[in-house]
């Protein structure tokens, strides 16, 4: 199926996703097709998440905190969905570790890296694509979030 004809395949959203966190305007498109998202495939449920944290990202100080509070309930479901899903836990991830800890909304961090590392580790068996293996790896490793043994491992994956 083609992008235009399914507007939520895997490697648009991955695509819309970047371009959003890096992109106010893309931000704005990118929120605008995830909120008109209704079912329940977990992996686009959790960029639909994101797309709510992008929102809260580009808001007024007063919306901020209801997009937050809105990402993260459209993740905790996402990862009810499929807890197993490293691409949700990444995104959830990507999300949580860049928020203020006196919100509260970041309790998922350590556990998500934990089950990300475990999961890059058994490359090529990880059930990541190449695509999303080497986003997922360069975001730990370039952020920070893994020990420099780790991520010497990775980076030879």
Do not use: C, W
């Amino acid at each position: 199926m083609s992008t235009e004809a399914n507007p939520y395949s895997l490697p648009h959203l991955r695509r819309q996703y970047q371009q959003a966190a890096a992109d106010k305007e893309a931000g704005e498109k990118f929120h605008k097709l995830m909120a008109a998202y209704d079912k329940q495939d977990a992996v686009v449920l959790a960029y639909k998440a994101a797309a709510e944290a992008i929102r809260a990202r580009d808001a007024s100080m007063f919306n901020k905190l209801t997009y937050v509070q809105q990402a993260s309930k459209l993740f905790d479901q996402a990862v009810k969905l499929d807890d197993d899903n490293a691409e949700v836990r990444f995104l959830r991830l990507s999300v949580e570790s860049n928020l203020p800890s006196f919100l509260g909304l970041s309790a998922h961090v350590e556990e998500d890296r934990q089950f990300l590392v475990n999961t890059l580790l058994k490359h090529p068996k990880s059930g990541l694509d190449a695509e999303s293996f080497g986003l997922v790896r360069d975001f730990l490793v370039q952020r920070g979030h893994v020990s420099d043994t780790d991520a010497e491992k990775l980076t030879q994956l």
